[in-house]
């Protein structure tokens, strides 16, 4: 398999930020995978992944950022609001998104080892799932992958 190629057309800003974050937090010593919610075009809340620095198993990018978001608008629901990240999301921030009704999610690398999208579980799919945002794979899709494979590279 080859190397994946950069987009040839400009990255929505949400998802510039979420690679930002990302950075960071593989700069932190934390996998890096970064997460940006917006509401109408404006950031609302964003996280990095912060598992190691907060001793918290629940402290993933997504999960950050729809905290934040919830406490920015007063409510637990983010109906309308689209959240940016640069992994596939896990089962557990699956859930979250159904939860919090997010409107639409855009998520840049596939994870075939712990995603819940369009890999293993396929969250949205199931019957028992009361929320399904419209999903987006593959943006910045080269750039993420990138930066998770370094880092793994990098503590082997």
Request: hydrophobic share 40%; aromatic share 6%.
């Amino acid at each position: 398999m080859g190397e994946a190629m950069p987009s040839p057309f400009p990255l929505p800003e949400p998802m510039r930020r979420a690679l930002e974050l990302a950075r960071a937090a593989g700069e932190a010593g934390e996998v890096p995978i970064g997460a940006v919610v917006t509401l109408d075009g404006r950031t609302i809340g964003e996280g990095e992944n912060r598992n190691r620095r907060d001793n918290d198993p629940t402290a993933h990018a997504e999960m950050v950022a729809i905290r934040a978001a919830a406490a920015h608008l007063g409510d637990f629901r983010l109906a309308g609001c689209d959240l940016w990240v640069t992994l596939e999301p896990c089962a557990m921030c699956a859930g979250a998104i159904s939860h919090a009704r997010i409107a639409r999610l855009y998520y840049a690398a596939a994870d075939p080892k712990g995603g819940a999208i369009e890999q293993g579980p396929r969250f949205f799919t199931q019957p028992q799932c009361l929320h399904r945002p419209e999903v987006y794979g593959g943006l910045a899709q080269a750039e993420a992958s990138t930066l998770l494979r370094d880092f793994f590279l990098a503590r082997r």
